[in-house]
């Protein structure tokens, strides 16, 4: 049985930094995509970032291109997210996700999934 716990979120200000990791266990997740998602109240769950199994390519979304990074450890089974000048609108809960596949911004097709970490960013 796979499970992803989130780490790392909390309150910061409007321009601050947050690191969140997402530590995996149960298997080795290095022949997998790792994703983040994240879900603000009353909004749906949307794509944020991906890095492919051998971390040799990335993708993000728009609205987060150039202020956050995402990363992974193989070594570690850890996956990061790595997020620098914060906006009050990235506020939301963050899930970590793995599938096997690259099509990253569908969300059904994520095989394990995180029970989230609170990001919350004041103006």
């Known amino acids: 049985q796979v499970q992803l716990v989130e780490s790392g979120g909390g309150l910061v200000q409007a321009g601050g930094s947050l690191r969140l990791s997402c530590a995996a266990s149960g298997r080795t997740l290095s022949t997998h995509t790792m994703a983040w998602f994240r879900q603000a109240p009353g909004k749906e769950r949307e794509f944020v970032a991906a890095i492919s199994w051998s971390g040799g390519a990335t993708h993000y979304t728009d609205s987060v291109k150039g202020r956050f990074t995402i990363s992974r450890d193989d070594a570690k089974n850890t996956a990061y997210l790595q997020m620098d000048s914060l906006k009050p609108e990235d506020t939301a809960i963050y899930y970590c996700?793995?599938?096997?596949?690259?099509?990253?911004?569908?969300?059904?097709?994520?095989?394990?999934w995180g029970q989230g970490t609170q990001v919350t960013v004041s103006s």
């Open positions: 996700a793995a599938k096997r596949s690259w099509r990253v911004t569908i969300i059904l097709d994520y095989d394990y």
